[in-house]
């Protein structure tokens, strides 16, 4: 996964890097999206929800103030958080984060800072951060777990 990732794409070549990454993910799986505010984790989000076979894409969008939306597809349901406005623990229990967990067959974190000390250690993390030298591009960064 992290062999065939672009270095530094452009949006078409990052959305199709994506829907290829969501057509190839092993089922359970969970991937935090990492990077600031803008950067494009949704925008990457909803190209793997496009491989996963998400039928109904126009319903991935920024989950910031729902914090979780979730999304029916072929192979088990695909559950995407936001946890930018997470403040502490207690707010993950109340929104049931066990369980999403658990019953997530692809499970999408946006800003998974908030809530690291949770997640397993086979989490896929993906990185986006601004290139300095173009503004339409993103440095692409993935740590899966076999190479880690
Ligand atoms: N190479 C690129 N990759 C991804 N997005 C890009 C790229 N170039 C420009 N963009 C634009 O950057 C914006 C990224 O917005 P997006 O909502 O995906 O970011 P985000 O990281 O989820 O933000 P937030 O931190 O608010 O959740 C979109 O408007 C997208 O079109
Ligand atoms: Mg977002």
């Known amino acids: 996964m992290a062999r065939g990732a672009p270095r530094s794409p452009d949006r078409d070549s990052l959305e199709a890097w994506g829907k290829a990454v969501g ?8 991937i935090a999206l990492e990077g600031d505010l ?8 909803k190209a793997l929800c496009a491989g996963i076979g998400v039928p109904n894409l126009a ?7 729902s914090l ?6 072929p192979r088990g349901p695909v559950v995407h958080v936001d946890l930018y406005r ?3 623990d207690a707010e993950l229990d109340a929104l049931g984060w066990d369980e999403l967990m658990a019953s997530a067959a692809v499970l999408l974190v946006e ?3 908030r809530a690291l000390h ?5 989490v896929i993390t993906i990185t986006l951060s601004h290139d300095a030298t173009d503004p ?9 777990p076999t190479r880690r």
């Open 23 to 30: 057509a190839a993910l092993p089922r359970p799986a969970i």
């Open 118 to 122: 949770t997640l397993p250690h086979d």
């Open 38 to 45: 803008g950067v494009g984790k949704t925008t990457l989000a």
């Open 136 to 144: 339409m591009r993103r440095v692409l960064r993935v740590v899966s």
């Open 68 to 73: 979780v939306q979730q999304y029916e597809a």
């Open 86 to 88: 997470l403040k502490s």
């Open 59 to 65: 319903a991935v969008t920024s989950p910031t103030f």
């Open 111 to 113: 800003w998974p800072e």
